[in-house]
């Protein structure tokens, strides 16, 4: 029974990782970071209806079958390549709906909300932290709308699901974070990270709380300058390379968020 409950957690992942990766697409459409014909020829209808219109083809704009929509099966089966007309699919979908599906699995083993709504709350906080990572890393934008959802979920979480704890060192973490991050943003003149950062810095204090939050900007810096060392001597950047910030705080936030308790006793192990 329990399998029963993972292998489902797991698919609905995979169908959130389809879900983002048209997320990131029509975004990039509205914000004119790209032009979709696939759009224009089907819906004209505003940004949030085309959310629930039916899938089509990014190139030509032919509707898609059920069976072209299968999230890593679909690109697998038609070898990375639209059926319709044979254009090539980012190998970017079937990891992001891979990834999906392993970090509900992970967050589901490791201690997720106690109760249904936190759960799906929980979930929600996922999709857009993976979506804003993807967004991110393909245009180094933030978009603000993905980060204010966030910051709504994590008042949610705040209020239903810690309430043992003072809400008011969750604010000041969140005031603490904006503020550090912030710092920084006027240190580099905006070089080192962009002020979505700085932002999206508002909601990982809120929804981490003042411990967590310290170790998800420690594992996003030391992350960050290992990746960036790792692209230098691998001579895919150099120091003026702008490699965009907000994956790794997005992973920093995660890894504090499933495995902070953790990493707190394995420190404090260590110290004594
Ligand atoms: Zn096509």
Not at 16 to 25: E, P, R
Not at 187 to 196: A, L, V, W, Y
Not at 233 to 247: E, H, M, Q, R, V
Request: hydrophobic fraction near 55%.
């Amino acid at each position: 029974m329990v399998l029963y409950f993972y292998l489902l957690v797991f698919v609905l992942g995979l169908c959130c990782g389809s879900f983002i990766n048209m997320l990131v697409y029509r975004t990039a459409v509205e914000y004119e970071l790209i032009k979709s014909k696939g759009i224009k020829k089907n819906e004209e209808k505003g940004f949030l209806r085309s959310l629930n219109g039916r899938s089509f083809c990014d190139n030509c704009g032919q509707q898609l079958h059920w069976y072209e929509n299968v999230p890593v099966m679909s690109w697998v089966l038609q070898q990375g390549k639209s059926k319709c007309c044979r254009k090539k699919l980012s190998v970017l979908y079937p990891i992001v709906e891979m990834m999906m599906g392993i970090l509900f699995l992970v967050h589901f083993s490791v201690g997720a909300g106690n109760t249904p709504l936190l759960l799906v709350v929980e979930f929600i906080i996922i999709v857009f932290l993976v979506f804003s990572a993807v967004f991110d890393l393909k245009y180094m934008i933030l978009p603000d709308f993905s980060t204010v959802i966030l910051v709504i979920l994590a008042v949610v979480v705040v209020v239903i699901g810690r309430p043992q704890e003072s809400p008011l060192q969750f604010v000041l973490s969140a005031v603490g974070s904006f503020g550090f991050l912030g710092l920084l943003y006027l240190i580099t003149k905006g070089k080192g990270m962009g002020f979505g950062d700085v932002k999206l810095a508002i909601f990982m204090g809120l929804f981490l709380g003042p411990e967590k939050v310290l170790l998800a900007f420690y594992t996003a810096f030391v992350i960050g300058a290992l990746v960036s060392l790792g692209l230098m001597i691998l001579k895919k950047a150099n120091k003026k390379t702008l490699i965009s910030f907000g994956p790794f705080l997005i992973l920093g936030t995660l890894v504090a968020w499933f495995y902070g308790d953790q990493l707190w006793n394995f420190w404090f192990y260590f110290m004594k």
